[in-house]
C-alpha cells in the first residue's frame, strides 16, 4: 500500500510505510508490524484474535465478510505466485500460507 500511494501522497514509500506500520501496529488483531525495503509492510496476525471468531465466521458461511464497502471502486489484489524459473517445492506454498 505504501508504494502504491506513496506517488499522491507526495511521500517516500519508506516514510508512509512507517507510518501506516505505526497506526497499522494498534490494531487488535495485529501482533507485531515491521517495514521492509523500499516500503513492504509486514505483519503478524494474533492467532486468539481470529479463532475467537470463528464460530461467527462458520455461522456466517459464504457471506462472512459480506458488505457493499468499496463497491465500485477500483482494488489492488496482490497474489503469492511461485518462481516460474526453479522447480515448485512445499516451502512454496509455506509462503502463500505463512508469508516470509
Partial sequence: AAMVLAKPAGAKPR???EKLAARLS???AVTEVSVAGPGFINLRL?????V???PEM?????SYGAGDLGKG???NVEYVSANPTGP???GHVRGAVFGD
Avoid at 494474533?46 to 481470529?50: K, N, R
Avoid at 462458520?58 to 459464504?62: C, F, I, M, S, T
Wanted: no cysteine; charged share 30%; aromatic share 8%.
Fill in 26 to 28: 494498534t490494531e487488535e
Fill in 73 to 75: 471502486e477500483a482494488v
Fill in 88 to 90: 515448485m517445492h512445499v
Fill in 46 to 50: 494474533d492467532p486468539a484474535f481470529w
Fill in 52 to 54: 475467537a471468531r470463528l
Fill in 58 to 62: 462458520l455461522r456466517a458461511g459464504a
Fill in 15 to 17: 516514510d508512509l510505510a
